[in-house]
């Protein structure tokens, strides 16, 4: 499941683009991403209409609803590698 | 009109184009590769070899132009790249916390209800969308 600051007509375009599956959830107002404390707060680059951007985050949550692992990059042009994030779900579930 | 500053200043265009290029496509993918060493050197080779342009003898509009492509767009991925630090904040969730509830639409416009989790572990990814 994810949570971006796309637009729910992004959100579809996008997953047509990259043949993406799951569930998206649009979150443009960051309303979600504040919850979480994952905004960016290095507000040197914000996009035009946007409020900011999320850190990208990935989160392993149990059936009881408590984050079991995280993964966060420290610099907006990573992300979390396919292969680390399928161990750490192998490790936790 | 074509003279050795011509000559350098399109090669730092060319440079800036083919290297941006091979980034672009990296990133579309999703596999920056971690040692960007060569990616950073040759933005600054764009740069530096569009400045270089400026300086030389034989510099005319031609050259003048392509040089300032260069230096505008090698500085502006550089710029960029300087600026990709991410802030966290102290109120990001860590692990061992309890999710807090939330909703949200869906690209169909349906409200998803943090609720509906219960019971099954999730994977949640936050991420830029198309930015």
Same mark, same amino acid.
């Given at each position: 499941?994810?949570?971006?600051?796309?637009?729910?007509?992004q959100?579809?375009?996008?997953?047509?683009?990259?043949?993406?599956?799951?569930?998206?959830?649009?979150?443009?107002?960051?309303?979600?991403?504040?919850?979480?404390?994952?905004?960016?707060?290095?507000?040197?680059?914000?996009?035009?209409?946007?409020?900011?951007?999320?850190?990208?985050t990935?989160?392993?949550?149990?059936?009881?609803?408590?984050?079991?692992?995280?993964?966060?990059?420290?610099?907006?042009?990573?992300?979390?590698?396919?292969?680390?994030?399928?161990?750490?779900?192998?490790?936790?579930? | 009109?074509?003279?050795?500053?011509?000559?350098?200043?399109?090669?730092?265009?060319?440079?800036?184009?083919?290297?941006?290029?091979? !980034?672009?496509?990296?990133?579309?993918?999703?596999?920056?590769?971690?040692?960007?060493?060569?990616?950073?050197?040759?933005? !600054?080779?764009?740069?530096?070899?569009?400045?270089?342009?400026?300086?030389?003898?034989?510099?005319? !509009?031609?050259?003048?132009?392509?040089?300032a492509?260069?230096?505008?767009?090698?500085?502006?991925?550089?710029?960029?790249?300087?600026?990709?630090?991410?802030?966290?904040?102290?109120?990001?969730?860590?692990?061992?916390?309890?999710?807090?509830?939330?909703?949200?639409?869906?690209?169909?416009?349906?409200?998803?209800?943090?609720?509906?989790?219960?019971?099954?572990?999730?994977?949640?990814?936050?991420?830029?969308?198309? !930015?």
């Open positions: 499941m994810a949570v971006c600051t796309d637009t729910p007509e959100i579809a375009n996008g997953r047509k683009k990259h043949g993406l599956m799951g569930t998206f959830l649009a979150d443009p107002k960051l309303e979600v991403t504040d919850l979480f404390g994952l905004r960016n707060l290095n507000t040197a680059l914000r996009p035009p209409g946007l409020p900011g951007l999320p850190i990208p990935t989160l392993l949550i149990d059936s009881e609803g408590i984050v079991r692992w995280k993964d966060q990059s420290a610099d907006y042009m990573q992300r979390s590698n396919p292969d680390y994030v399928r161990a750490a779900l192998n490790e936790y579930f | 009109m074509l003279t050795i500053a011509t000559d350098i200043a399109a090669l730092a265009v060319v440079l800036l184009v083919l290297t941006t290029m091979v !980034w672009f496509k990296r990133v579309d993918r999703v596999a920056i590769p971690d040692n960007r060493f060569v990616f950073l050197l040759l933005w !600054w080779l764009a740069v530096l070899l569009g400045a270089a342009s400026f300086f030389s003898s034989q510099a005319n !509009w031609l050259s003048g132009i392509y040089g492509l260069a230096i505008l767009g090698g500085g502006t991925l550089l710029a960029l790249y300087a600026l990709r630090k991410q802030g966290v904040g102290e109120e990001a969730i860590s692990v061992g916390e309890a999710i807090p509830h939330f909703s949200a639409v869906d690209e169909e416009g349906v409200i998803f209800d943090s609720l509906a989790m219960a019971g099954s572990p999730v994977l949640l990814k936050f991420f830029r969308g198309h !930015w």
